[in-house]
T-cell receptor, first 115, second 113 residues
């Protein structure tokens, strides 16, 4: 299993500001995934972060809005830029368990509220 | 593209009642199927999984069987407890490493004492 720590666990932000979410994993992993869970809705994949290369973004998400860093095999950050109330969501970091297991471990999430 | 459909919630049951949460999927190839659970204030955690047709995943009294002929993976529990109150997500992933996971919309379950 993998233990994933996210910071901050929650925050209240002002419109137009940016916030960086940190994700730390207790083991080395190839890929880290960032998801968004809007209020009352399911999870949507934002991007996949590989160490040493640019993140791969899903349709509807762009690097300027959600820049991602992946400096090593245990750490990643997601920045939510120029926030608006529509960005109020839970942001979740996850990693795959093992290789080709198809199973994800999740952090506890970062709940952002944008006023 | 791949998709997952779940029964709409919320579902409210009395303790010791029988639970079924329906899940059907659309996918190319042979995906793996999962149920994840999200307890209040927590992140998602894997409840059970099945990787091929006719496999049955089970954990904590919950069961689900991978039915290829009906493209379904319904979650069942014979006797729910108050502590089972949570949001349940059906999900699938492709057979390739790192292939995109697709989550259903989630079903909120409330179990009353």
């Amino acid at each position: 299993s993998a233990v994933i720590s996210q910071k901050p666990s929650r925050d209240i932000c002002q419109r137009g500001t940016s916030l960086t979410i940190q994700c730390q994993v207790d083991s080395q992993v190839t890929m880290m995934f960032w998801y968004r869970q809007q209020p009352g809705q399911s999870l949507t994949l934002i991007a996949t972060a590989n160490q040493g290369s640019e993140a791969t973004y899903e349709s509807g998400f762009v690097i300027d809005k959600f820049p991602i860093s992946r400096p090593n095999l245990t750490f990643s950050t997601l920045t939510v830029s120029n926030m608006s109330p529509e960005d109020s969501s839970i942001y979740l970091c996850s990693v795959e368990a093992g290789t080709n297991t198809g199973e994800l471990f999740f952090g506890e999430g970062s709940r952002l509220t944008v006023l | 593209g791949d998709s997952v459909t779940q029964m709409e919630g919320p579902v409210t049951l009395s303790e010791e009642a029988f639970l079924t949460i329906n899940c059907t999927y659309t996918a190319t190839g042979y995906p793996s199927l999962f149920w994840y659970v999200q307890y209040p204030g927590e992140g998602l955690q894997l409840l059970l999984k099945a990787t091929k047709a006719d496999d049955k995943g089970s954990n904590k009294g919950f069961e689900a069987t991978y039915r290829k002929e009906t493209t379904s993976f319904h979650l069942e529990k014979g006797s729910v407890q108050v502590s089972d109150s949570a949001v349940y997500f059906c999900a699938l992933s492709g057979p390739l490493h790192g292939q995109n996971f697709v989550f259903g919309p989630g079903t909120r379950l409330s179990v009353l004492p």
